[in-house]
Each structure stands twice: as C-alpha cells, then as structure tokens.
C-alpha cells in the first residue's frame, strides 16, 4: 500500500488532541506566479509542465483568466488582476467551466477521506465571479460539493459588510465577524479604525454605538455562534497597537512606534469580552504574547520568542479556560444588561446557568449595580466571582457575590472587566 499523505496523517493527529483544522481556500485569484499563469516564466523550462496562460495563447489555462487582448503572445501583458494589482490575476469562473468543477472538486477532497479537514476559510469571498448572481450560484454549487462530502464541515468566509445574501442556510455558515465584533470592539476600546488609519475619541465608551453593530449578526444566532471573532489578524493592525491611539503605518511612523503607549489593561478588557461573547474566539498569534504592529506587514512580525509576556499568556489562558468550562459561553443566548457611559454589562444564559460580563473602560474606579435577574438568576442567591482585571493585571481568585432582590452590587477598578457565574442547581 502506498504511504498515507503527510497532511492526512498531521489531521488524524490533530484531532486526536481534541482540535480542528480549516484550511484558507484563496478561490478568486492566483499569483502571477502560478503555474496557470507563469508571468514570471518559472515553469516553461521544466519537464512536464504546460505553458502558462502568460506565456502562450494555445495555454490550457487560457480561459482561467480574462485578457483584454489576444495579440501580445508570448509574455501578454494585459489581463484582469484582483482590484487591479497584475500579481494577483483574478479567475474567470464564468468563462470556464473546467476551472469551476476543479474548484469544486477542491473543495470536496480536502474535507474527505483521507484528508479529513474541517471545513474552509474563503478568501475574499463576495469578490468571486464577475456578478452577483454567479457569486452566489457558485457558492451554492460549492456548499453542496463540500457538505455532501463532509456534512460537518465548516463554510467559513472573509467578507467586510452586510453578508444576510449569504447566510440563508444554502452558501455559507458564517463569516470572519469583522462588522459584528472586531470594528464596534475596537472603536469602544481604543477609538481607532482597525487599520490604525484614524482616531475618533468620541466613540470610546459609547455603549450604544457598540450594541448597534454588535448585535446585527446575532439576530441569526446559528450563524453569530460560529462567527470568526477576532481582535487582530494578517490584514489589520494589532488590537494592542490600537491602545495607543497612534494614527499611522509603519511607513509613516515606523515599528518601534506601535508599541509605544499601549494599554494592556485595555488589551484585557478586550480578551475577557471575545472569550465571553457569542461565536468562536479566534486569537491572532503572538496576541496573547504581547505582539504589537501597525497594519500589513507590519503586523505579521515573527512569534517573541524568549520575550513573550508571560502575564498576558496566562492571562489569555484563563480567559479560554473559563470560555471553554461554561457552556452557555459557546452555546447559550446573549441579553444586554444595564450600561452607561464607558460601561458594559451583558449575560450569556442557557437552562443549565448564566454568566454575568461587566466592563468598566474609564480611569475611574466605580461601583455598578447590575440587574442579573434578567439572566433568570434567583432574585436572592450567591455568583461566584472567575475573574477580575484591572491596571494592574488579573485575578483568579473566587468571591463570593450576593444577590439581592436579583440585583449585584459591585465596585469595578478603572480598565476592568468582571466576569460573574450562576449554576442552576
């Protein structure tokens, strides 16, 4: 029997420690190095290979793209690049269908046997095809082909803006939750756009201009519950960049400035929230070491090692500990409690317990009042405190907190978030 591939072998392993693997299917452009493509004449000299669609007219590979003209052979110059960048050629579904049922074929093998993947990460995704409507016909043909494979996998896409055309039942499952965490996070956090590329002060602390956005993915719970919440990745600044409040990129500012200023403090409050809100808390490597940057590239810098902060690991640990042990945290209802000015209150709830999230983003300790009962706790009971943050780090340390009359009192530090549980039973 012929060995067993090295990435079905590296999944059996994977999911034997209780993980999952996506893999990022980059489905709407190539490299201009690609072999379909060949702009850079890599592959005509090597054995078995067929000319690439840059090279000749008479290229297999012809129709995957879309050229302006036919008469610049060999070396044609002119052909449609993703958003105009000649690297990145675009692919032509429309004017293929070889290249659509490759595709689709792709997507089925990797979710099968003896592969075995978990689901993709679409690339880009509302970019595919030249309209709409075969946007959303291929994505249909796609989610067939993938869940007749694997009926468990996992349809994953990248899209910034309204993505309800998508999320009927029939394409995706979700989407990277840029519109619905990352952004309305970052602006109450840090009042900074997510690239670092601007500072609005007004919106820190502005509860309503947080719940606004915050909740428009969750009126499709099924969809929010495996949203791809984020604070930073490959294509934005780092969240902890974000807490300094400085305008700019590394062109303009240079490295060393993004990690100048920032606020760990600020960077907890925002871990404690993607651990305890509703869809799958994704952490940017290096996040939870301490790794600043300014937007791509800065913000793929190489892993600290030796030189993590080794308190915001521990904390990051905590924080997936507690999201991971309660399970109205991955599965149950969200209700907006009781905010104000730099202040959030929330609860996650299921029949089985609640747990109760309070933010208190000012530089000023303050006590709070939270209605818990909302959450269906007894009007007269006692929550369990798991964690406390604050400037000067975090706590683990259990309290106990009464209820009365289904309210808890409580004193918050400034830049703290105190994360409360009731079990029923």
């Known amino acids: 029997m012929p060995p067993t591939p ?9 999911h034997k420690r209780g993980m999952k693997v996506i893999l990022d299917g980059v489905f709407n452009h190539c490299g201009s190095f690609n072999k379909w493509m060949d702009r850079e004449c890599i592959y005509g000299s090597e054995h078995g290979y067929a000319p690439g669609a840059y090279v000749s007219a008479e290229s297999p590979y012809r129709n995957f793209f879309s050229f302006h003209t036919d008469q610049l052979w060999p070396h044609n110059g002119s052909y449609e690049g993703w958003w105009g960048y000649d690297t990145l050629p675009q692919l032509n579904y429309e004017g293929s269908r070889e290249l ?12 099968s046997e003896p ?4 689901g993709w990460h679409l690339d880009v995704a509302a970019d595919l095809g030249h309209t709409d409507e075969y946007n959303h ?11 007749e494979a694997n009926p468990n996998a996992l349809i994953l896409a990248e899209h910034y803006g309204d993505c309800e055309e998508w999320l ?4 995706w499952d979700s989407v990277m939750n840029y519109d619905s965490f990352m952004e309305p996070l970052t602006w109450f956090l840090t009042g900074m756009e997510k690239h670092s590329d601007d500072f609005r002060p007004e919106l820190i602390g502005d509860a309503d201009a947080f719940w606004k956005p915050m909740a428009k993915l969750y009126g499709d719970m099924e969809s929010g519950l495996v949203a791809m919440n984020e604070l930073s990745n490959h294509d934005h600044s780092r969240f902890l960049t974000r807490t300094n409040h400085t305008v700019g990129r590394i062109d303009t500012k240079g490295s060393a ?10 960077m907890r409050e925002a871990v404690a929230i993607q651990m305890t809100w509703p869809g799958a808390p994704t952490v940017y490597y290096g996040d939870e070491a301490g790794v600043c940057g300014f937007t791509d590239p800065d913000n793929r810098r190489t892993y600290p090692w030796g030189h993590e902060d080794q308190e915001m690991i521990r904390f990051h640990k905590e924080m997936i500990r507690i999201h991971k042990e309660n399970q109205e945290l991955k599965t149950g209802c969200l209700k907006r409690l009781n905010d104000d000015k730099d202040y959030l209150a929330y609860g996650r709830f299921d029949s089985k317990g609640a747990t109760a999230v309070l933010v ?21 009971c006692v929550m369990e405190r798991l964690m406390l943050t604050s400037n000067e780090g975090f706590s683990t340390q259990q309290e106990h907190i009464l209820v009365e ?14 994360v409360l549980k009731w079990e029923n039973g």
């Open 257 to 266: 400035a993004a990690g100048e200023g920032v606020n760990p403090a600020v």
């Open 100 to 111: 659509e049922d490759y595709i689709l074929q792709v997507g089925r093998k990797w979710v």
């Open 6 to 14: 090295f990435f079905a072998d590296f999944v059996k392993e994977v």
């Open 405 to 418: 009359n289904g309210e808890a009192r409580l004193w918050m530090p400034p830049y703290s978030v105190m």
């Open 137 to 147: 016909a291929f994505w249909k043909k796609f989610r067939q082909a993938v869940k």
């Open 115 to 118: 592969y075995n993947a978990d």
């Open 168 to 171: 009927k039942g029939d394409e």
């Open 360 to 380: 208190n983003h000012s530089k000023e300790a303050h006590e709070r009042t939270v209605a818990v009962w909302e959450l269906g706790i007894p009007h007269q």
